[in-house]
Nanobody
Framework: QVQLVESGGGLVQAGDSLRLSCAAS????????MAWFRQTPGEEREFVAAITWNGGETVYTDSVKGRFTISRDKGKNTAYLQMNGLRPEDTAVYYCAATSSSYAVRLSRNYDYWGQGTQVTVSS
């Protein structure tokens, strides 16, 4: 089992920055990918970014490339999502997720563990 706890969401204005954190505990050594997804009411959960826990390789969805940066601190068992140049369309509940699988990184059904989510609201 892996437990994930997100923090760092909030209400900001367009153009502002936020950093989300995801603290992991439990059997983290089995984790291959850590990822961030987001979801708005009535919509499916959307892939945002992922990072390999050991190698630090990253993957992003096109809409956040150049604005968001995913990183991890293995010593602190924590993943981060630095979000710069926020836009109103980035408003969503952001979820941290973990999987031991090494494929299909963008598919939410491939992730075994999820945090409770943190709200990010960007006003125009």
């Amino acid at each position: 089992q892996v437990q994930l706890v997100e923090s760092g969401g909030g209400l900001v204005q367009a153009g502002d920055s936020l950093r989300l954190s995801c603290a992991a505990s439990g059997r983290t050594f089995s984790t291959y990918f850590m990822a961030w997804f987001r979801q708005t009411p009535g919509e499916e959960r959307e892939f945002v970014a992922a990072i390999t826990w050991n190698g630090g390789e990253t993957v992003y969805t096109d809409s956040v490339k150049g604005r968001f940066t995913i990183s991890r601190d293995k010593g602190k068992n924590t993943a981060y999502l630095q979000m710069n140049g926020l836009r109103p369309e980035d408003t969503a509940v952001y979820y941290c997720a973990a999987t031991s699988s090494s494929y299909a990184v963008r598919l939410s059904r491939n992730y075994d563990y999820w945090g409770q989510g943190t709200q990010v609201t960007v006003s125009s």
